[in-house]
C-alpha cells in the first residue's frame, strides 16, 4: 500500500475540473493507500467554517465518505486557507496536523510543512503572516459578515499577485539556510513541502549525510502527487481532469 501526498490544490468554485478530478484521487487512496496527506492550501481561500460554498460541500461530501470508509486523511494548514477550522474537520472525519509535523514514513522520519514558513528572504510576506495568525487577528476576521470575508480575501489575493509579479523568484523560494535549521531540529533527512508551485527532488548534504527535500507540484490545470512505496522509492505522478489518467493506477483485481 502506498502513501499519497499533495499540496496547493486551491479547490474554489471556479476550478470545477480540479474539484472532480481530487474526488477521483480519493476513491483511488480509498481502494490503494495507506493514508492521504494534504499540505496546505487545499482551498484558494477558507474565510471560515460557517461559509461552505458550493466547492466546500462537494469536497467536505468526499472527504466524509473517504473517511468512514476508513482512509486516513490528514491536513495542514496553507497561506490561503489557515482558518480552517474545528468544524470542517468535524464535519470530514481529517485530521489537523501541526504546522511542523514529523511523520514516520516506512520506517523513516519525514517532515511535513507547507513551506511558507521557509520563504525567510520574503521578509514582507513574513510579517504579515505573523499578524494574520495571531489569535487576535483571526478572531476579528471571522466577526466579519460572509460577504465582507470574503471581499478582504479577495482582496488579499490580488495583493498576492502583485507582490509575487514584483518580487524576485528567489526570494520567494525557500532559503537553505531555513531548510538546514529545520531538518536540524527535528532529526530528519527528509523533507516534504509544498507552497513554492515549483515541483522538485533536491538532494544536498546535512551533516555529511544525504538528505532530501521534494517540493509538491501545485494543481495548476494538471493535478500532482507525491506516490511513496514501502520499499523507500518514490515518485511525482500527474493526472489531466476529463482524461483517463490515473494517479495510482488501475485498481487491482
Known amino acids: 500500500m502506498t502513501t499519497v501526498f499533495v499540496s496547493d490544490l486551491h479547490l474554489s468554485d471556479q476550478t470545477p475540473a480540479m474539484v472532480q478530478l481530487f474526488c477521483s484521487l480519493l476513491k483511488e487512496c480509498q481502494n490503494q493507500a495507506t493514508a492521504l496527506y494534504i499540505l496546505g492550501d487545499f482551498f484558494d481561500a477558507w474565510v471560515g467554517d460557517d461559509v461552505p460554498d458550493g466547492t466546500a460541500k462537494i469536497v467536505i461530501t468526499a472527504l466524509r465518505e473517504a ?26 472525519g481529517c ?8 511523520l514516520n514514513l516506512h520506517g523513516q522520519p519525514v517532515l511535513l510543512m507547507h513551506g ?3 520563504c525567510t528572504d520574503d521578509l514582507a510576506y513574513q510579517r504579515f503572516r ?3 495568525r495571531t489569535f487576535l487577528a483571526k478572531s476579528l476576521f471571522l466577526l466579519r459578515s460572509r460577504t465582507k470575508r470574503q471581499a478582504i480575501a479577495a482582496h ?5 499577485r ?9 526570494i520567494m523560494d525557500v532559503t537553505q539556510n531555513a531548510v538546514v535549521a529545520i531538518m536540524q531540529k527535528h532529526h530528519t533527512l527528509h523533507l516534504i513541502h509544498g507552497h513554492t508551485h515549483r515541483p522538485a ?14 517540493v509538491l507540484p501545485a494543481w495548476h490545470g494538471t493535478g500532482g502527487a507525491l506516490i511513496c512505496l514501502p520499499d523507500g522509492s518514490r515518485k511525482t505522478v500527474f493526472a489531466r481532469p476529463g482524461t483517463s489518467d ?6 487491482a483485481t
Not at 73 to 86: S, Y
Not at 201 to 212: G, T
Open 67 to 92: 473517511t468512514s470508509a476508513g482512509l486516513p486523511v490528514a491536513i495542514q494548514h496553507g497561506n490561503r486557507d489557515f482558518l480552517l477550522g474545528k468544524r470542517f474537520f468535524a464535519q470530514t
Open 95 to 102: 485530521t489537523l496536523l501541526p504546522e511542523e509535523y514529523l
Open 116 to 118: 511558507d514558513s521557509l
Open 130 to 132: 505573523k499578524r494574520s
Open 156 to 160: 488579499y489575493r490580488e495583493k498576492s
Open 162 to 170: 502583485e507582490h509575487t509579479a514584483m518580487t524576485a523568484e528567489s
Open 201 to 214: 527532488e533536491h538532494v544536498f548534504l546535512l551533516q555529511e549525510k544525504e538528505a532530501s527535500r521534494t
Open 246 to 251: 490515473t494517479f495510482l493506477g488501475p485498481t
